[in-house]
């Protein structure tokens, strides 16, 4: 009688010690235009969480129907409240696994997967990534340009700014990596043409991964021509080459 009054005891302990176990936040990056690039682990880990945190509940949902995985969705995005947040956090802490995707590529690159971390982070929740593509890392593997070492600076100014920061860039002696949209991929081809040197070179990947894929690489006004007479639709990453570090000969 007392062994088995010990060993419900010792399975009810254990049941409260996984009850008040914390979940898991699974930061996980999704393909940027070809579906096949979702990893095997990250498949098996949308199946596996209790929902889906993302930026775009439509965009996801795709996303999830392709692999026949059937999840609740839950969108965060840059207007989320605070308060939809602690109860994202109080999920976790409830002992809900959660995975967090964004639209497109790996999450904290200009969207709101930064803060959620952080938050996570700050109650005790264990965050774990599970990696995948990123526009990024995918242009400079095909750039061409030595990248041991780069300036990421996202989407350039609309207006305010704009010319400070193309002189400022201008000067690095670093590639610096920028995304641009369809709407003014050309005014910022424009823009280098008339404040890099003439001869500095520039990447720019358009729709990367994706079926109309295209890589250009030549001056910006080499690139900016052939893409003006080409096709401007899509998604664009440039990356603009190092400075030429100029060099004095002493007599």
């Known amino acids: 009688m007392q062994d088995n009054i010990h060993g419900g005891c010792v399975k009810n302990m254990e049941r409260a010690l996984i009850f008040d176990m914390p979940g898991v936040l699974y930061i996980l990056g999704t393909p940027i235009g070809n579906l096949k690039d979702l990893t095997f682990r990250a ?33 965060l995005h840059e207007h989320t409240s605070e308060h939809k947040l602690a109860q994202l956090i109080e999920r976790l802490k409830r002992g809900d696994n959660l995975a967090y995707v964004v639209d497109a590529g790996t ?40 990248m041991d070492e780069f300036l990421y600076l996202g989407f350039i100014p609309h207006k305010k700014g704009r010319q400070t920061f193309f002189r400022s860039m201008a000067q690095s002696i670093r590639p610096v990596v ?18 890099l040197e003439a001869q500095r070179l520039v990447f720019v990947g358009r729709e990367l991964t994706k079926l109309h894929e295209t890589l250009y690489r030549g001056t910006a006004q080499a690139v900016h021509e052939e893409i003006l007479h080409s096709s401007i639709k899509g998604e664009f990453i440039l990356i603009v080459g190092p400075r030429p570090k100029r060099y004095t000969v002493s007599s």
Not at 124 to 145: E, K, R
């Open 178 to 195: 920028l995304l641009e949209s369809t709407h003014r991929i050309l005014k910022t081809l424009e823009a280098l043409v008339t404040t």
């Open 107 to 146: 999450p904290g690159m200009n969207d709101p997967g930064g803060k959620f971390v952080a938050a996570a982070m700050a109650a005790g929740i264990h965050v774990v990534p599970i990696p995948g593509i990123s526009a990024l890392t995918t242009a400079i593997s095909v750039c061409g340009f030595p």
């Open 43 to 75: 498949v098996e880990n949308l199946a596996s969480v209790a929902a889906v945190v993302c930026e775009d509940t439509r965009v996801t949902s795709k996303l999830l129907a392709a692999y026949h995985i059937s999840k609740p969705l839950i969108s």
